[in-house]
């Protein structure tokens, strides 16, 4: 009988302890509400995050169009994150193994700048 109320006891605490989280914002969550307009200026800001990210800084790069609606990439197995996807291509430096020719990295906007980058449409 002291077992099932120990037991009993701790699937209670699980389950409140699972109702209050401090993800939210911190783990880049949002919901499609909050995500704004895309940036006037996205073309900028996605060249710019690009260049600081790669080795070779001058490479030549394409930023293609934008996602035509607020879409979602998945944020590990926490949830998804809402924004703009704006992809673009750049050309990856030539004796690197297998990422020479063209890499795509998919840059999400929300809020009026860029929170994520992966390297997959679908997560980030």
Sequence with gaps: ???????LALLAMLAVAGCDTNLGRSAGLNAPEDVGALPADYREQAVAFTRAKLNDPKANMTVLAP?????ACNVSVI???FGWMVPVVYDAPDGCGDCE???????WFSHGKIEHMSYFPDQC
């Excluded at 009988?1 to 037991?7: E, T």
């Excluded at 996602?67 to 879409?71: G, H, L, T």
């Design 1 to 7: 009988m002291r077992m099932n109320r120990v037991g």
């Design 67 to 71: 996602s035509s609606e607020i879409a």
């Design 79 to 81: 949830g998804s994150h």
């Design 101 to 107: 020719g063209h890499k795509t990295i998919y840059l």
